[in-house]
């Protein structure tokens, strides 16, 4: 069964720093990894979705890379904002299109 | 495009009767959509898949009769927790695909509906 983990498990920056997010998987045969963010007591947003094939994929200030064969993908967040205070979610999908979810990282950005 | 309305948004109801919660893809058919579980602090576990016109699949440790599930149209699965225990109190959260898409495809997910059995 897929185990996925991210570390670590609260992060709090300055406003302004650059950061990462770690996501590990432990089985490597994945079609795609998504990042999604959620909000206190809310849903998930996608934030990207990057493909086996890919080793990395870019949206605004945040930029995912995906190193299959170790089982590792980052989230690179530039330039940190207080509105990016949330918890940050990686998930693999596994054949029966079920996703497997990480245990998040709540990230606090601080003005 | 890609909306998924999930409601209601909270529930508070008594311990012993039942709460329907519906997942709604807006702008899309989900012949499949997703029933997710999440406590405090913790991830999503996944409690069953909703198929269109056929029966759920529900996940190990994940009681059919007291979780029901509906899928009686592509654009909306209904999750009716049945004599509800304070133990059922939690956060649910359904997500959809969109029908004919792969497994890379994004997921889209509802904002979740905060339940507490009192």
């Known amino acids: 069964k897929q185990e996925v983990t991210q570390i670590p498990a609260a992060l709090s920056v300055p406003e302004g720093e650059n950061l990462v997010l770690n996501c590990s998987f432990t089985?490597?045969?994945?079609?795609?990894l998504q990042w999604f963010r959620q909000d206190p007591g809310k849903g998930l947003t996608s934030l990207l979705l990057?493909?086996?094939?890919?080793r990395e994929q870019t949206s605004g200030r945040l930029n995912a890379s995906l190193d299959k064969s170790s089982g590792r993908s980052t989230l690179y967040i530039a330039a940190s904002q207080p509105g990016d205070s949330a918890t940050y979610l990686c998930a693999v999908p596994n054949t029966g299109n079920q996703f497997y979810f990480g245990t998040g990282t709540s990230l606090t950005v601080i003005p | 495009g890609a909306v998924v309305s999930q409601h209601p948004s909270w529930v508070i109801c008594k311990s012993g009767t039942s709460v329907k919660i519906e997942c709604r893809s807006l702008?899309?058919?989900?012949?499949?959509m997703f029933w997710y579980r999440q406590f405090p602090k913790q991830s999503l576990m996944l409690m069953a898949t909703?198929?269109?016109?056929?029966?759920?699949?529900?996940e190990q440790g994940v009681e059919k009769d007291k979780f029901l599930i509906n899928h009686a149209s592509l654009t909306l699965s209904t999750l009716t927790v049945t004599s509800a225990h304070p133990e059922d109190s939690s956060f649910y959260i359904c997500s959809a695909r969109r029908t004919g898409s792969s497994y890379n495809s994004p997921l889209h997910f509802g904002n979740g509906t905060r339940l507490t059995v009192t």
């Open positions: 702008d899309f058919q989900a012949t499949t």
């Open positions: 089985d490597s045969a994945i079609y795609n």
């Open positions: 909703s198929n269109e016109g056929s029966k759920a699949t529900y």
């Open positions: 990057i493909q086996s094939s890919q």
